[in-house]
C-alpha cells in the first residue's frame, strides 16, 4: 500500500512470530504514545500481552501490522464485543506518524469487518489524542460520541458509504500522486552501474543526465572504478554523504536485489530499472520480476520498470533526463506515458519533429509496479500539464483506469493509443489476467471515461498538437477556407464522413493573397454558426506558403475557435505554425499543420466529440427503489454454499435474484405435455403464447418456434402438434407457456463478469441480425443515468425506439431503468458471472421481461477497487504482494 507521502509499506495480518518484531516496535513508542493508547504509564509489554496480541481468530479478534522492510511501524485490531460491535485501536511509532498508516489500518479493519458480520465499530480515546481522534472523523463516517469518566467514546457504523468511499479514494488520490512526484522532482540521483566506458548504458545515463542540465547532484556508484565522468564513484549508495532521493539501476538483473537492499538502506524513495532480465524473458525472469517488486515496495521504495527506457522532467528548475534518450524534448504541456522502452526514443524524436513539447515522461517497460493510473493521479494535479497522452500495450486494472480517467478527463484531455487490440495487448513482459471482454467492450470504456482512443501513434500527436495548442471547439459546425476547390472538397468530404458539419466553405481561388485568407479567415471565426476553421492553401505563383502561415499563426493566436491547417507543396511551412513567444517555444493560439486535410480533420473531429463529453452533463449514480442488495447476497451464498462448481438458476431462485433489484420476470409454465399446457393456459386466463425455449432454438429467426394468441383448447392442441412436428428433437424443445404480452420492439439486456474488467453490461436488438451484425453497445459499472442513456443511443439501431418512419416510440427511460438495475446488480455480485434479460419487450407503455437467465460461480474477489487501498501486484495482476487477501 502507499503511505500519503507516496512511501510505499506493506500491510499484512499479524502472525504469531511476530512477538519479536512488536516487542522491537514497542520500545520505539514514545512513552507519551503508550500513554494514549493504554490510559496509563506503560513501559514494556509482559510476554502474556504480547502472546494476546499477536495470537488472533482472524474473525472475532483481528489484527494487522504495518511494515517496512523488516520493521513493525503501526497495529492496529478489532476486537468482537457484540454480535455486531467491535472496538478498534491503533498504535503507530512516532517516526512514522502523520503518514497515513492509521488511516489505512482503519480501512482494512472495517472491510475485514464487514467481511465478518462486524457493523459498528466502537473507540476509546483521551480527550487529548487529538490525532487519532481526528483519523475516526476524517474516515468518512458518521461519529457519534460522548464522555464518561474522563475517555471519549466514539461509535460509528462501518457501512460503506458513498462519503467513506470517496475519502479514501481522494487519499488514493494523493497518495499516488505523491509518489510520482517523488521521481519528478528527485534533488539527488545515484546512478547504480555507472561506467567510465562510453559505450555502456551507464555511460549514457551519466551522460544523459549531465548534459541534459540536471539541476541537482548526481552520483555514480561502481565499486571497480575511483571515478566515473570527473566524478567520483563510490561503491555503494549508503556510501554517498548527500541525500539520494532516486537511484538509476543498471546493473545486471541478478544483482538488482542487492541493489534494492542497498537503495533502502539509504533512504532512497524511487528506483527507475533500466535493467533487463526480468518478465520478458520467461518464467524465471517473472518470477525474478516478482520478488524485485515486493522487495522495493516492503521497503517503501516505489519501482519504474524494469527493462525501462526511464524518466524524463523537462522543467527549467529541474531538467532531469533520468533515461537512455539521447534527446531532451522541449519544455511543452504534455505528459506522455509510454509502456515500450523499445519506442521510447521514436516516441521523443517525434515529439522534437513536431514542436510539441512534454512536461513529463515515462517509459515504465515491463510496468511492475508503476502504472499509467499513477501517473494519471500525478498529472491530474500537474499545473505543467494541460494534455496527457497513453501508449498502452495492456490494461492491468481497466476498472480504475475507467474511474480516474474519467474524473481526470474533466479537467484535461487523455488521448491513448491502445495497441494489441486483437489480443487484448498482453506483450512480452506482462502478466494481465485472460479477459474475454469484446473489443467494442474495450472501446466502449475509453468512450465512458471520456478518453480520446486514436488508432496510432502519428493520430496519436496529430490530435495532441490541436488540443496543447488550440481552444476547444463548442459544437461540429465547420467553415473551409482555402485557395483550392479539390482541395476544399477533399476536407469538406473527409468532415462529413466524420461526423462534422460543413457550415460554410469559402473558396478563394488560386490568386488569393495572405490578406484575402486572413480576411476570410475572420469572417469564418467571427461566424456564430461555425465551431472551428478547417484552412487548406496550395501555393501559387503569387503568393508563398510563409506569407499564409504567418497569417494563421497571427489569427491562430487571437481566435477563440480552433483552426487547423493543411499546406500541400508548401516548403517551409513547420508542422506548428505560431508566434513565437519569448522563450521560441509554441505558445497557445498555436496552429497545427497537418501533411493532408483528412489528418486535419479527423483530429478535429476527435477533440470535437471530447469537447462534447467534456461539455455534458456527468449524470449520476442513482439510488433505485426496490432493491434488497443483502437478500440477494444471502441467495448467491446459499446457492454456492458447499459447492466449487458454478451452477444456473432455476426458475425460483432466478425471478428471486431479479425481484431483489426490483426486475420483475413475466410469469410462465414449463410443460411437456399438452395437458400441462392447457392447465397452464387456463390458469393464465388464456390469451397465451407456446413457445420452445431451448438455446438451439430462442433465436431462430422465422419464430416458428412461437405459436401467439392462443385463447381456447382447439387452438392450445393445434399450436402444441404443429410445433412438434416441426421442431427436430422435441424433446430438447424446452416447452413453455407464458400470458401474451403487449407489442414492443424486443431488445436484450445482460451483464457478465470479466476476470480483467469485472462487471460489463450489454445492450442491443434481440435477435440473430444483432448477433450477426455486432450491434451491441457495452459500459462498465457503475452507470450514471447518462451512461444509461448512452447505451441505449449507441446502437445502429437506436432509431426504432424514437418512432422511426411514424412507428409508436417506445418508453426508452422504462429501458434505462432496466438498464440501471442489471447494472447494479454485477456491480454488486462479483459471483454472477452472467445474467441476461435476454428478451424484453419495450413498448409505449413500459418495458415487460419475458425471458431471463443467470448463473452464478465461487470466485475469487477480481474486483481491484475495493474499500480499502492496497497497490496491485506486478504488472497489473492485482495479486497482492504477499499472497493475501480480507476473509
Known amino acids: 500500500m502507499l503511505l500519503l507521502d507516496g512511501g510505499a509499506a506493506r500491510l499484512r495480518p499479524i502472525r504469531p512470530d511476530d512477538a519479536e518484531p512488536l516487542v522491537e516496535f514497542y520500545s520505539r513508542v514514545s512513552p507519551e504514545s503508550k500513554y494514549l493508547r493504554f490510559f496509563a504509564p506503560y513501559p514494556s509489554l ?105 475517555v471519549l467514546r466514539l461509535e460509528f457504523p462501518i ?16 497518495a499516488e500522486a505523491r509518489s510520482m512526484e517523488r521521481f519528478f522532482v528527485a534533488h539527488g540521483v545515484a546512478i547504480i552501474g555507472a561506467s567510465r566506458r562510453q559505450d555502456t548504458i551507464g555511460a549514457t545515463l551519466v551522460r544523459n543526465l ?184 495492456s490494461i492491468g486494472n481497466p476498472r480504475k483506469f475507467s474511474r480516474i480517467a474519467r474524473r481526470v478527463g474533466r479537467v484535461k484531455p487523455v488521448v491513448a493509443v491502445k495497441s494489441g487490440r486483437t489480443t487484448q495487448g498482453v506483450p512480452v513482459g506482462h502478466s494481465v489476467r485472460a479477459t474475454v ?105 503569387n503568393t508563398t506558403g510563409e506569407q499564409v502561415a504567418n497569417v494563421l499563426a497571427a489569427v491562430g493566436e487571437q481566435s477563440e475557435k480552433p483552426i487547423v491547417s493543411t499546406f500541400l507543396g508548401a516548403e ?64 448467491v451464498s446459499r446457492l454456492l454454499a458447499g459447492s466449487s462448481q458454478e451452477c444456473d438458476l432455476g426458475d425460483a431462485d432466478l425471478r428471486a435474484l431479479l425481484g431483489a433489484y426490483g426486475i420483475e420476470l413475466a410469469p410462465l409454465a414449463r410443460i411437456t405435455s399438452l395437458d400441462e399446457a392447457i392447465t397452464a393456459a387456463e390458469s393464465f386466463g388464456w390469451d397465451v403464447v407456446l413457445k420452445a425455449t431451448g438455446t438451439h432454438l430462442r433465436q431462430r429467426p422465422d419464430l416458428a418456434h412461437v405459436w401467439r394468441n392462443i385463447d381456447h383448447a382447439a387452438d392450445m392442441t393445434a399450436a402444441w402438434n404443429n410445433l412438434n412436428r416441426l421442431i427436430d428433437e422435441p424433446e430438447r424443445a424446452d416447452f413453455v407457456v407464458q400470458p401474451m404480452a403487449r407489442p414492443g420492439i424486443p431488445v436484450t439486456i445482460g451483464g457478465m463478469e470479466d476476470a480483467l474488467f469485472g462487471p460489463i453490461v450489454s445492450f442491443g436488438m434481440a435477435g440473430t441480425p444483432t448477433e450477426l451484425l455486432g450491434d451491441v453497445s457495452y459500459r462498465i459499472p457503475p452507470l450514471t443515468d447518462s451512461d444509461a442513456e448512452d447505451l441505449v443511443r449507441d446502437v445502429r439501431a437506436a432509431p426504432l425506439f424514437f418512432g422511426y418512419r411514424g412507428s409508436e416510440a417506445v418508453d426508452v427511460a422504462a429501458v434505462e431503468r432496466l438498464i440501471r438495475r442489471v447494472a447494479q446488480l454485477k456491480d454488486d455480485l462479483p459471483q454472477v458471472q452472467a445474467v441476461e434479460l435476454g428478451l424484453v419487450l419495450a413498448g409505449a407503455d413500459g418495458a415487460k421481461v419475458l425471458r431471463a437467465s443467470a448463473r452464478v460461480a465461487p470466485t475469487k474477489d477480481t474486483r481491484r477497487d475495493l474499500f480499502a487501498r492496497r497497490l496491485t501486484g506486478p504488472a497489473g495482476t492485482g495479486d497482492s504482494v504477499g499472497g493475501w487477501r480480507h476473509g
Open 572 to 635: 517551409g511551412v513547420p508542422e506548428l505554425l505560431r508566434v513565437p513567444d519569448l522563450a521560441g517555444s509554441a505558445g497557445r493560439g498555436s496552429v497545427p499543420s497537418y501533411p493532408a486535410p483528412e489528418s486535419a480533420v479527423r483530429a478535429l473531429a476527435r477533440v470535437v466529440a471530447y469537447s462534447q463529453w467534456v461539455n455534458r452533463p456527468q449524470g449520476a449514480v442513482t439510488v433505485l427503489d426496490g432493491v434488497d442488495a443483502s437478500a440477494a447476497r444471502s441467495l
Open 46 to 150: 509482559s510476554q502474556r500481552e504480547v502472546r494476546r496480541f499477536t495470537n488472533v481468530d482472524h474473525r472475532d479478534r483481528v489484527a494487522f501490522v504495518v511494515t517496512i522492510g523488516p520493521a513493525m511501524i503501526a497495529v492496529g485490531r478489532y476486537d468482537r464485543v457484540a454480535d455486531d460491535d467491535a472496538e478498534v485501536a491503533f498504535l503507530v511509532e512516532d517516526a512514522h506518524q502523520g503518514r497515513g498508516a492509521a488511516q489505512l489500518l482503519l480501512e482494512h479493519l472495517a472491510q475485514a469487518g464487514r467481511e465478518t458480520g462486524v457493523s459498528r465499530f466502537v473507540a476509546e480515546v483521551l480527550p487529548d489524542n487529538i490525532r487519532m481522534i481526528q483519523t475516526f472523523r476524517d474516515a468518512g463516517y458518521q461519529v457519534a460520541s460522548g464522555i464518561e469518566e474522563g
Open 437 to 541: 471482454a469484446p473489443q467494442a467492450a474495450v472501446d466502449a470504456m475509453f468512450r465512458q471515461a471520456g478518453v480520446v482512443q486514436v488508432d496510432t501513434l502519428d493520430e496519436m500527436f496529430d490530435v495532441a498538437q490541436l488540443l496543447a495548442h488550440q481552444p476547444l471547439p463548442l459544437g461540429p459546425r465547420v467553415a473551409v477556407v482555402g485557395n483550392s476547390d479539390a482541395l476544399g472538397l477533399l476536407a469538406a468530404d473527409a468532415a462529413s464522413a466524420s461526423g462534422l458539419v460543413i457550415e460554410k466553405s469559402v473558396a478563394l481561388g488560386h490568386e488569393a493573397s495572405a490578406e484575402d485568407f486572413e480576411q476570410a479567415l475572420d469572417d469564418a471565426i467571427d461566424s456564430p454558426s461555425v465551431d472551428a476553421v478547417v484552412a487548406v492553401f496550395i501555393p501559387p505563383l
Open 159 to 174: 457501512r460503506a458509504t458513498d462519503t467513506a468511499v470517496g475519502v479514501m479514494r481522494s487519499r488514493e488520490h494523493r
Open 210 to 393: 549531465v548534459l541534459g542540465g540536471y539541476s541537482g547532484r548526481v552520483y555514480a556508484v561502481n565499486p571497480a572504478a575511483d571515478a566515473v565522468a570527473g566524478m567520483p564513484a563510490y561503491t555503494s549508495v549508503q556510501e554517498i554523504p548527500d541525500t539520494v532521493d532516486l537511484a538509476i539501476v543498471a546493473v545486471p538483473a541478478e544483482a538488482v536485489q542487492d541493489v534494492v537492499l542497498d537503495c533502502a538502506a539509504k533512504g532512497v524513495h524511487g528506483l527507475i530499472v533500466i535493467s533487463s532480465g526480468f518478465a520478458e524473458t520467461g518464467e524465471e525472469g517473472r518470477k525474478r520480476q516478482r520478488r524485485l517488486v515486493g522487495l522495493s515496495r516492503s521497503y517503501g521504495l516505489r519501482l519504474v520498470g524494469p527493462n525501462c527506457l526511464g524518466v524524463i522532467n523537462t522543467a527549467a528548475d529541474i531538467s532531469l533526463n533520468a533515461s537512455l534518450s539521447p534527446v531532451l524534448p522541449p519544455r511543452g504541456r504534455v505528459g506522455f506515458f509510454c509502456q515500450s522502452g523499445a519506442l521510447g526514443v521514436a516516441i521523443l524524436e517525434t515529439v522534437v519533429r513536431r514542436g510539441l513539447g512534454i512536461s513529463t515522461f515515462v517509459s515504465a517497460g515491463n510496468r511492475a509496479d508503476v502504472s499509467g493510473n499513477d501517473l494519471l493521479q500525478y498529472w491530474e494535479e500537474d499545473d505543467a500539464t494541460e494534455v496527457v497522452l497513453l501508449y498502452l500495450e
